[in-house]
């Protein structure tokens, strides 16, 4: 079958199989590397001899990277290839990853981490352009469930394996733990995923300079895009920054909770894996702005429950955030490229988490100097006003059915 006549892979197929079964491994080396640090803040802080906000710092270096990295990824994808562009930044980043498990002081760590994250901007920049190349048209979609059910067990995983042998030993052994993981996922990614065949490398050269300004700005233009991208900044702000300082919250009194538990926590992410489809299935019915309002909503009776001194409230209250911050991220996030016009959709999406990951890197620092300055009560404040803004925005410039902007 020529290239011509390739028409993209077929669920059953061996071809597909091995397509899912590569991005799923591509997902979890790139999240599982970049949250890992996540799990072990409290002992990054203690080694290190660093504050909270500053130990935070490791997880906003390296998705700050991501934010800076994605669109020129983009660019490296068109000029080399999907697949080879992402295998450069998965290897460079396992590379980076272990270099900085070895780090002895804060600022080489944080030099490393940003390098990493630089990295690991090929996979999301690249994947899901790949997939809807490669994949029949007719079942692009579900194959990027997969790929992004590799990212949930990517992030997850990263916690949960660099917390308990963090403990144990040491950060530095946890962290070490997950880049062999992350090593094995990448090489599993790079034997099974085929080769492009849909798309030549080199063939958008010519669309490399005013031609790629005109469609990032064309974006910026849209006052429904604006108002999506305030969804990624503020509500991606929101959750990494709870996800990053509840463990200092929890260990302190009056909890005095194990770190080895407070790892478990991230067994909350799970609930963004059931809320995510069921957003996108109840947004057919009622229409993205109302379920993303919703969503909203609910994240904010989360974090509205983790003002409790009870262990359990705050436990319930991270799992209801965490729902809610998956399923307006599901709506948003697939939300962007209908709303962009066509010439633009894949810049529109790029910009989306170019704010996404930016975000992340303001806030999961930002918020931690409120943390340790003014406590857990006005953190809370400002991450349930983050959210009523992302909301109130939301509504005010977002249509029900979202063709474009302005109040309803």
Not at 183 to 194: E, H, N, S
Not at 223 to 244: D, E, I, K, P, T
């Amino acid at each position: 079958m020529t290239t011509e006549d390739f028409s993209g892979h077929l669920p059953k197929t061996p071809s597909y199989r091995r397509l899912i079964a590569g991005l799923f491994f591509a997902g979890v080396a790139t999240f599982a590397q970049l949250y890992s640090l996540q799990a072990v803040l409290p002992q990054v802080s203690d080694a290190l001899g660093v504050s909270p906000s500053t130990a935070a710092l490791t997880v906003s270096a390296a998705t700050l990277g991501i934010a800076v990295a994605v669109i020129p990824w983009s660019l490296v994808a068109d000029r080399l290839g999907r697949v080879p562009a992402m295998a450069i930044g998965i290897i460079a980043a396992t590379v980076l990853g272990l270099a900085g498990s070895l780090s002895s002081d804060i600022v080489m760590l944080l030099a490393l981490r940003l390098g990493e994250g630089l990295a690991l901007g090929a996979v999301p920049a690249v994947a899901l352009a790949y997939l809807s190349e490669e994949v029949h048209p007719r079942h692009v979609a579900a194959a990027a469930g997969s790929y992004t059910a590799g990212t949930t067990v990517g992030g997850l995983s990263g916690r949960l394996v660099a917390g308990p042998i963090g403990e144990l030993f040491d950060w530095r052994v946890g962290v070490w733990s997950v880049i062999l993981f992350c090593a094995t996922a990448a090489a599993l990614f790079l034997w099974l995923v085929p080769k492009a065949r849909r798309f030549t490398p080199g063939r958008m050269r010519a669309d490399v300079g005013p031609g790629m300004v005109a469609r990032l700005i064309r974006p910026l233009r849209s006052g429904g895009l604006l108002a999506l991208y305030a969804q990624a900044f503020l509500l991606m702000g929101a959750f990494v920054a709870v996800y990053n300082y509840l463990g200092f919250h929890l260990i302190a009194p009056p909890f005095l909770l194990p770190v080895w538990l407070i790892t478990l926590l991230f067994l909350a992410y799970l609930a963004g894996t059931v809320s995510s489809p069921w957003a996108g299935s109840l947004a057919t019915r009622f229409g993205r702005r109302n379920i993303l309002l919703g969503s909203i909503g609910v994240a904010m009776s989360g974090a509205m429950l983790m003002f409790a001194t009870s262990s359990i409230v705050v436990i319930i209250g991270l799992v209801v955030f965490t729902a809610g911050f998956f399923g307006a991220h599901a709506i948003a996030s697939s939300w962007s490229p209908v709303i962009a016009e066509p010439t633009s959709r894949a810049q529109a999406a790029s910009l989306y988490y170019f704010a996404y990951y930016a975000g992340s890197s303001v806030f999961g620092w930002a918020l931690g100097l409120v943390f340790g300055e003014a406590g857990w009560a006005w953190f809370l404040a400002i991450i349930i006003a983050m959210a009523l803004l992302a909301g109130t925005i939301a509504a005010v410039l977002l249509r029900s059915e979202g063709s474009e902007a302005s109040p309803d």
